[in-house]
């Protein structure tokens, strides 16, 4: 669960919120959200708290971004300003402000206790960029070095869990990437760069599932007749029949008499080992 900012903050924070209310009153009867209508950080912040809180976004990236600049850089507030700012941003469908200024907050004051919870919503800002392993990853790579820098810097953060869920979830998008490469090497009867490919995956990201369909791939290109290798196939069967132990698809593909043209699915049933080097031509 992410911590309530203001609880993080301190007891300043709440206090100084509390007093800005009884300017909020004032400012709201000359109409608008005005920045420059509010006489104190205090209140300045307590009325772009109330902003957030009704969703209007944009009074609230107003009023915090004012705060961010006017604050001191030891004010208790200031966090705590550039969390919401940041969270503001997301909410507005901005994920790359609300993902720099998430990690500006973690960098700036790494001994908060928002600091870990920032680095975890700027990955997320970073990877909700990258919706498909097609497109350029390099919002998958950003994500990835937050999650990264959350395990690294705060190894006893229970967020540690969600940042691992993280850097899965990217392994698997860059490993389909890689593997839909091979594929569309097999349709083009590419067959010795559609190994290469499958081989990359396994290599590359050994605990994803497409290093299990990848294996399957190889062997499938492996018993075509314009390779014919056999041994080769063989060898990689005995990888996924030690890596995979009880998978359906596994035993089906690479039972004796398995139809070549089989096709893979379901879960992956461990850690993949090496693939077996790739044959020399014939």
């Known amino acids: 669960m992410t911590p309530n900012p203001m609880r993080a903050a301190g ?24 920045v420059r209508r509010f006489p104190t950080s205090g209140a300045l912040y307590a009325a772009s708290l109330a902003e957030f809180n009704k969703g209007k976004w944009d009074n609230a990236v107003a ?51 928002l600091a870990p919870v920032a680095l975890l919503a ?14 350029d990853p390099q919002y998958g790579t950003l994500a990835q070095l937050q999650f990264r820098q959350l395990r690294n810097v705060y190894p006893d953060s229970p967020l540690v869990a969600s940042a691992d869920s993280g850097l899965q979830r990217i392994s698997e998008m860059f490993a389909q990437k890689d593997y839909d490469v091979g594929l569309y090497y097999v349709r083009r009867n590419a ?8 081989k990359d ?3 590359d990201y050994p605990n994803t599932d ?61 850690k993949v080992p090496p693939a077996p080097a790739a044959p020399a031509s014939r």
């Open 122 to 135: 700027s990955a997320n800002s970073y990877l909700s960029l990258w919706r498909r392993p097609d497109l």
């Open 63 to 113: 009023g915090f971004e004012k705060l961010t600049l006017d604050l001191g850089a030891r004010d208790t507030l200031l966090p705590v300003a550039s969390w919401y700012l940041a969270t503001a941003h997301e909410r507005k469908g901005e994920h790359i402000l609300a993902a720099t200024t998430y990690s500006r907050l973690a960098e700036s004051f790494p001994d908060d206790t």
């Open 210 to 270: 497409h290093a299990r369909l990848a294996l399957m791939r190889m062997v499938e290109v492996y018993r075509r007749p314009q390779m014919n290798y056999k041994e080769e196939a063989a060898e990689t069967c005995n990888t996924l029949r030690t890596a995979f132990a009880g998978n359906a698809e596994v035993a089906s593909l690479c039972a004796v008499h398995a139809d070549s043209g089989a096709t893979a699915a379901g879960k992956p049933g461990g």
């Open 11 to 34: 007891p300043r924070v709440r206090f100084v919120a509390a007093a800005g209310w009884l300017s909020i009153a004032a400012a709201a009867c000359m109409g608008g959200f005005q």
């Open 191 to 198: 067959f010795d760069s559609a190994i290469l490919m499958f």
């Open 201 to 203: 995956v396994v290599k």
